[in-house]
Nanobody
Framework: QVQLVESGGGLVQAGGSLRLSCSAS????????MGWYRQAPGKQRELIAA???????NYADSVKGRFTISRDNAKKTVYLQMNSLKPEDAAVYYC????????????????WGQGTLVTVSS
């Protein structure tokens, strides 16, 4: 079993910043890509940022230049630094991690965090 624990969500004024964290624990042999998704009310969940095992990052156009994803492999943690927040960034943010449970695993499995709420006031 693998657990992802997210933290860092909350209420912030437009233009402010928040930093989300997501730490993985449990039966983990290796971690591949780590990413952040978000889902606003009435909308589909969307991928906003992802970072590969070697640190290569990609972003959705809507957050490019404002959000930064990073990871600490030793801590099995992925971060999302969110700056210049806008009301349209308000959503539940989910981390997603690709893990192998053991050395004999032949594929990576996606694991989801429980979600953390980000509210942006205008």
């Amino acid at each position: 079993q693998v657990q992802l624990v997210e933290s860092g969500g909350g209420l912030v004024q437009a233009g402010g910043s928040l930093r989300l964290s997501c730490s993985a624990s449990g039966s983990i042999f290796s971690i591949n890509a780590m990413g952040w998704y978000r889902q606003a009310p009435g909308k589909q969940r969307e991928l906003i940022a992802a970072v590969s095992s070697v640190g290569s990052a990609n972003y959705a156009d809507s957050v490019k230049g404002r959000f930064t994803i990073s990871r600490d492999n030793a801590k099995k943690t992925v971060y999302l630094q969110m700056n210049s927040l806008k009301p349209e960034d308000a959503a539940v943010y989910y981390c997603n991690v690709e893990v192998k449970y053991a050395y004999w695993s032949d594929r990576y499995v996606e694991v989801w965090g429980q979600g953390t709420l980000v509210t942006v006031s205008s």
